[in-house]
């Protein structure tokens, strides 16, 4: 497993991959849910790239960036014996030199749940997401279907900037108790962390009464709202019942839809959804 931080080394190891490359992209602090997608990449491409990058520009002013989880060792230990051909590390510098200005930025898609809660995060996600397309020029590109929003934005700049690749989405690894892998559940106390579940139960609770007949989008959003209320450490940030596509909030169910939350628990704030249809 080759490992470069440069440009320079990224391009010259890139070079000499020929054939099919996966490429995935994470912040780093790997979990079950990352090693998923790899082994997923792996299965599907000749060769593997990922990427571990913190990305500051998609952090807001009120996010704390020092604080996100790292542990290179412990991530590069982990993908060594998934067979991953090149870890790219770059620094902050190689990413954003000095004077930085070109922004990439995906419009209505950006605007509701998480782009609401989170002003600028997806324009930071989508430029950096489009910079390690650019320089790693993969085949297929992997996602989690845990950041729904995030996949449908790229999915998006893919298309309209023509990028000559294949988005991979694949579904939410769950701990056996249904938390979505994250990793921010690192900063769950005991209690946070038992009470976390009441994400995955409120969404299984919506998804009944749709598996059951239901289609009013407001009911399925009280659902949820009424299952979260039952425990108190949870704090709703929003509750979505939204057009899978457009992501926009939906009044009857009518096609594929998007069951989706953010919670605080405690400090700590999780997402996870459930696609219906
Ligand atoms: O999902 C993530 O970990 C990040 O948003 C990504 C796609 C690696 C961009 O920094």
């Not at 470069?4 to 990224?10: G, T, Y």
Request: hydrophobic share 40%.
């Amino acid at each position: 497993m080759n490992t470069v931080s440069s440009l320079f080394d990224l391009r010259a190891a890139r070079l000499s991959l020929n054939g099919t490359v996966g490429l995935v992209p994470t912040m780093g602090y790997l979990h079950e849910g990352h090693l998923s997608l790899v082994s997923r990449a792996k299965a599907e491409n000749k060769h593997v790239i990922v990427t571990i990058f913190v990305n500051p520009t998609q952090f807001g002013a009120n996010e704390d960036l020092s604080k996100y989880p790292r542990d290179l060792e412990r991530d590069l230990s982990l993908l060594r014996p998934l067979g991953v051909d090149l870890v790219w590390m770059p620094t902050a510098e190689v990413m954003y030199p000095s004077g930085y200005q070109t922004w990439v930025e995906v419009d209505a898609l950006t605007s509701p749940l998480e782009g609401a809660m989170r002003p600028g995060h997806f324009r930071g996600v989508t430029t950096v997401v489009a910079k390690f397309f650019n320089a790693t020029q993969p085949t297929k590109a992997y996602f989690g279907q845990k950041d729904a929003q995030q996949a449908a934005v790229i999915r998006r700049m893919v298309t309209d900037l023509n990028f000559p690749l294949e988005m991979v989405i694949c579904p939410t690894t769950r701990e056996a108790d249904g938390l979505a892998m994250s990793s921010r559940n690192k900063y769950l106390n005991e209690a946070e962390r038992k009470a976390a579940t009441v994400l995955f139960r409120s969404l299984s609770g919506a998804k009944a009464l749709y598996e059951g007949g239901e289609r009013n989008a407001e009911t399925l959003r009280e659902k949820m709202k009424a299952v979260l209320a039952t425990e108190p450490l949870a704090q709703i940030q929003y509750v979505s019942c939204a057009d899978y596509d457009s992501l926009a909030e939906l009044e009857i169910i009518t096609g594929k839809a998007l069951l989706s939350m953010a919670v605080f628990m405690g400090k700590t704030r999780l997402i996870d959804n459930f696609v219906l249809g």
